[in-house]
């Protein structure tokens, strides 16, 4: 019961354009979402979150919209850069808990030069 | 030098065998993880430790052992090792009392069960 849903395996973009990787939940619960990017023969590093009393949170070059009637999520990268290329890992923690994160499958990002 | 280490990095072993895999930091942190990752699946939570007395089970953690040594040093351990174990682990931190904030991630260990 996959309870947070990367849809798409992979995503191919040219370099100065945008990304767009999304994220659905199923757990009402999950009030504090965060993506975490991963290079191969890395562990994963942590993007950006949001918390569920929010829709958008923007730290430079990547935003996080949050529509939680809609059980939906997505991180946008503008512009995109080839060292952006990396798999994407959206993550949720259930309300109340600080510690157990839920993952998702991650999506394959790889941008184009 | 980084704050999350793990050895071995790689490890081929054969079923039956018993494997440890080790985890040191340097961040201070008290909360430290396991999980593991199949090939094109998420990260799934096998044992967590909030304090060098308080060790919990995850989501899988039929056929793991853990031993939280010191506040710093937090190991894994396979008793007796099965190829559905073969799986890229990841060992992690995060510092109680920060909110719901980021997990610390090592460079992980790719465990081969023969």
């Known amino acids: 019961d996959q309870q947070v849903k990367q849809n798409s395996p992979s995503l191919s973009v040219q370099e100065g354009r945008i990304s767009i990787l999304n994220c659905d939940y199923t757990?009402?619960?999950?009030?504090?979402f965060l993506w975490y990017k991963k290079y191969p023969a890395e562990g994963p590093t942590f993007l950006i979150s949001i918390s569920s009393i929010k829709d958008k949170n923007e730290d430079g070059r990547f935003t996080v919209f949050l529509n939680k009637s809609a059980k939906h999520l997505s991180l946008h990268i503008v512009p995109s850069q080839p060292g952006d290329s990396a798999v994407y890992f959206c993550a949720a923690y259930s309300g109340g808990s600080n510690y157990k994160l839920t993952f998702g499958k991650g999506t394959l990002l790889t941008v184009n030069p | 030098d980084a704050d999350v280490t793990q050895t071995p990095r790689n490890r081929i072993t054969k079923t039956g065998k018993r494997i440890m895999l080790e985890c040191s930091q340097t961040?201070?942190?008290?909360?430290m993880y396991w999980y593991r990752q199949d090939p094109g699946l998420g990260l799934q939570l096998i044992y967590y430790s909030f304090d060098v007395k308080d060790i919990n089970k995850g989501e899988i953690s039929d056929g793991y052992s853990v031993s939280r040594q010191a506040q710093a040093k937090f190991s894994l351990s396979l008793e007796s090792a099965i190829p559905n174990q073969t799986a890229l682990y990841f060992c992690?931190?995060?510092?109680?009392?920060?909110?719901?904030?980021?997990?610390?991630f090592g460079p992980g260990t790719r465990l081969t069960v023969l």
């Open positions: 961040k201070g942190h008290d909360r």
């Open positions: 757990n009402s619960m999950f009030d504090y």
């Open positions: 992690a931190t995060s510092d109680r009392g920060q909110g719901r904030d980021e997990q610390f």
